[in-house]
């Protein structure tokens, strides 16, 4: 669905991503591991288009995105869950979910959907994104990526500072979005137990590159703890 084929990042002088090579399987749950300042946001970012890929290309669904702008490659089916979530605090939770179906000419309603997968957000619709706690926020922020409609649905640690019961709630709520709902899901994780529960496909980046892949299920046998572990 999605391939990324030698990517080449820099930040000035520095060579961020190497020759990045990976694939993102439709309807699955795709998660990408790596140890702190590897690469995995800025390769998240030049998915997105919010910051310009210096060579190697990606692909969605066979045709290249490489130079689309990034309302683009939302209109295409792309969503992305930015890593330390990006609130807008003074804004409404409803107001915060409605940004997120800015790119649609459809009138501004937030489908009941999204209350479903996320109750709490139905029941704190008037207050303050600022007032939430941290996961809360968190589920905020994939209910917001989720008013696009997207068909993958990218997300940066999204479990980084949250407590123990809502990481599982957000775990199961992947889940069903790529079991119930078809969607695709692409999940940067530095924590690894949570990542081998949920994932169907994994990828670990070290220093840049690509080190390695597999089936989600096969992640202890391949040692994938000791790859991400600091
Ligand atoms: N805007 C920037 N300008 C210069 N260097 C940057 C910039 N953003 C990130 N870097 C550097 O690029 C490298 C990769 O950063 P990146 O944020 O992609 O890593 P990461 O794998 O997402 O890390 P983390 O797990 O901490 O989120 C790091 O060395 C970081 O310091
Ligand atoms: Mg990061």
Redesign the pocket.
Known sequence: MLEVDNLNQY??G?H?LRDVKLTVPEGKLTVLL?R???????LLRCLMGVVQTKSGSIAWRGAPITKLPTYSRVEKGLAYVP?GRDIFPRLTVEENLLVGAASKKAPKKIPERIYELFPVLKDMRGRRGGDLSGGQQQQLAIGRALMSDPQLLILD?PTEGIQPSIIQDIGRTLRQLVEDMGMTVLLVE?YYDFAKDIADRYWVMSRGEIVAGGEGANMDADGVRALIAV
């Open positions: 930040y000035g520095s961020i790596g702190n300042g590897v690469g995995k946001t800025t890593q640690e530095q």
